[in-house]
């Protein structure tokens, strides 16, 4: 695609419940990064795909938190039994490999409110 | 990775060069210094990089020190639309994710 998709662009769940984020990288990135934003706050690195293997995901704030992807291309984000600080922005980024020489091209992100 | 320092915010008047400083007083000799913004309620979005020599492209200038310990990101007519969180970053090699620190609010103001 043109630009790297993310959905839905809203989630609204109640706390305890599971949410599963959805990102469409851009066509031919094989690298992959999910980061989550809180409001008011910086961006939080969550974890690092490089085509469907997971070489960093030292960001995970807890066992909740779980991302897979397929076919070096959709990549999903489960957190499981939210609670309310998981209220955030999610963001995906994606890049070409070969980096540095490229930079990240990031998605609109996913609004995540645990009500 | 090396840590950047950025002043927290900065004023600009529209029309006039924006001129964002960095200091990376720890990087390594294969570390590159790369540049993102961004603009409320978006994600961020790629500025620029360098390694040793300055880059210039169509958004904004990037001007390393030779002793590479710093850096300044130029925008050379600013305008309120430049007005947005930018980060200077420091990375060294492709396979490990970019760190964002706080970054530097840029104000444009009219």
């Known amino acids: 695609g043109a630009g790297v998709s993310q959905s839905p662009s809203n989630k609204v769940t109640e706390k305890g419940k599971d949410v599963e984020l959805r990102c469409d990288p851009i066509?031919?990135?094989?690298?992959l990064y999910w980061y989550r934003q809180s409001l008011g706050q910086g961006l939080e690195f969550l974890i690092y795909?490089?085509?469907?293997?997971?070489?960093?995901k030292s960001g995970l704030p807890s066992d909740r938190f779980s991302a897979e992807r397929t076919g070096g291309s959709v990549s999903t984000l489960t957190i499981q039994r939210t609670q309310q600080e998981d209220s955030a922005v999610y963001l995906c980024?994606?890049?070409?490999?070969?980096?540095?020489?490229?930079?990240?091209?990031f998605g609109s992100g996913t609004r995540l409110t645990v009500v | 990775d090396a840590k950047t320092t950025q002043p927290t915010s900065m004023d600009c008047a529209e029309g006039r060069a924006a001129n964002l400083p960095c200091n990376h007083s720890?990087?390594?000799?294969?570390?590159?210094v790369y540049w993102y913004r961004q603009i409320h309620s978006q994600g961020p979005q790629y500025i620029i990089h360098?390694?040793?020599n300055n880059e210039t492209n169509e958004m904004a200038s990037l001007i390393i020190t030779e002793d590479r310990k710093s850096s300044t990101l130029i925008l050379p007519h600013a305008t309120l639309r430049d007005t947005a969180v930018y980060y200077c970053?420091?990375?060294?090699?492709?396979?490990?994710?970019?760190?964002f620190g706080k970054g530097t609010t840029l104000s444009v103001s009219s």
């Open positions: 970053i420091v990375r060294v090699q492709a396979g490990t994710a970019l760190i």
């Open positions: 980024a994606s890049s070409l490999a070969g980096e540095p020489n490229y930079g990240y091209t």
């Open positions: 360098g390694l040793k």
């Open positions: 720890t990087i390594s000799g294969n570390e590159y």
């Open positions: 795909f490089q085509g469907n293997s997971a070489p960093d």
């Open positions: 066509s031919g990135h094989t690298a």
